[in-house]
């Protein structure tokens, strides 16, 4: 098994271009008199870290000390990024620029739909953007307290000198990780690692057709630049990392992918976090491609948790998870247990999965950190809904179960209720939905008298499997 650190005794200080993305969601059911486009009623407002400030909170969130220095404007956006940084734990020091505004992306989105997307940017590259002395000297200053450095690079101009940090990381014999920008890695000469993607590798290296040339071109390219190691990310086929020692390729272990947004920032903060903690760098490559694999199954710019990181390095990511009996539950629970994690359990028929089943998942799978699904079987689905159910058999059901990433086990039962089975799992969390009241939950008084809680979800309205089935059955539906 992958060993994880404890990553709070690692100090990392980051300095790159920070950035804010704000999320406007609303209805739209009417075109613009004005002019031909929809007319969005915002309901709600979401604001998301982004850039170096993303890099930063992932870092919080597996324990890493960290501090973070970046530019920014004299703004509301600029004082949003930083009151979200402070809640996480990430100590900020920004140089405000007086006449350029914080980097921000503004995306108004109906019905999942997202409809246009607006940046509030210029380029703090230019003469008299910001103050350079005073950001040069803030990052010398923190120096003397910092384990690794990271330079977060996305082209906005605020490491438009980075030749200067890394030549001051490298002098106060701090390693510097760098996510490269733009294809001048001139700039990057005597970094201790840098980060591309394959599509970036290629824009400077050129062309790569086999895993032989890949490993030719990074060895002219890391003897080229100076650099000690050359870590390449590569999608679907995991990551390559490239020492003067050896060449280490790291399979993918992602078993599905939502969303790669911001995989980048999670994989050079875990390499920081492990190197901090005293990891050797290819073992931080691991921990930092475990950590990639967690996120990109989840929607936008994620983090992951030390308890996501240890608990895919005890099942392989995917290795364990899914259909198991009884017996093997019991034992997994017990595993789990050991590591400290928090066990929710909850059950159901599960006959025609539908987009209220996800939502509520989803919501329990929150609640800790294994979701056990108990699904009855088909004997047990026709005492409690007649004859005609269920539409599917209980192996397909739990087969469309264990593909969703909200799960991590099902497991069937065929009494009426799984109160016997509760009883002996003794889950931490037993989750059911409607309006039932916690002591009419079955199962509920064992978990209760075990130190446990029952909790009530709410079920999305307009959702269920009777009145999928009545449409389907309906005759004009079936004229």
Known sequence: MLPIPCFEAARVLVVGDVMLDRYWYGDTGRISPEAPVPVVRIGREERRLGGAANVALNLARVGARTRLIGVVGRDEPAAAARRLLTDAGVATEFIESPAHPTIAKLRVLSRNQQLIRLDFEESFAHAGAFDGPALAEAFEAALTDTDVVICSDYGKGTLAGVEQFIAAARAAGVPVLVDPKGGDWQRYRGATL?????????????????????????????????????????????????????????????????????????????????????????????????????????????????????????????????????????????????????????????????????????????????????????????????????????????????????????????????????????????????DYRPDQVAGGACVIDAGGEVRILDFVEGFSTTAIIDRLNSPDRIG
């Open 194 to 434: 840098i980060t591309p993607n394959l599509h970036e590798f290629e824009s400077v290296a050129g062309p790569i057709g086999d895993d032989g040339e890949l490993e030719r071109r990074a060895e002219v390219l890391r003897t080229h630049l100076e650099i000690d190691h050359l870590l390449v990310t590569r999608s679907e086929k995991g990551m390559s990392l490239f020492s003067a020692e050896s060449h280490l390729h790291l399979p993918a272990q992602a078993q599905e992918v939502f969303d790669v947004t911001g995989a980048g920032d999670t994989v050079i903060a875990i390499l920081a976090a492990g190197l901090g903690a005293g990891v050797a760098v290819g073992e931080a490559a691991a921990i930092a491609n475990l950590a990639a694999s967690i996120v990109v199954a989840k929607l936008g710019t994620a983090t992951v948790s030390p308890a996501e990181l240890e608990r895919a390095a005890r099942v392989g990511r995917g290795q364990r998870h899914g259909v198991v009996d009884e017996e093997q539950l019991a034992g997994l629970v017990a595993e789990a247990r050991a590591h400290g994690d928090r066990v929710v359990m909850t059950n159901g028929c599960f006959d025609l999965l539908h987009p209220g089943h996800i939502a509520y998942l989803e919501a329990a799978r929150a609640l800790g950190d294994w979701l056990i699904v108990a699904v009855n079987d088909d004997a047990s689905v026709k005492r409690l809904k007649g004859s005609s159910r269920p539409v599917n058999d209980l192996d397909h059901r739990m087969q469309v179960l264990r593909g969703l990433s909200s799960v991590d086990w099902v497991v069937p039962f065929s009494e009426d209720t799984p109160e016997r089975l509760i009883c002996r799992l003794c889950p931490d969390i037993l989750v059911k939905g409607g």
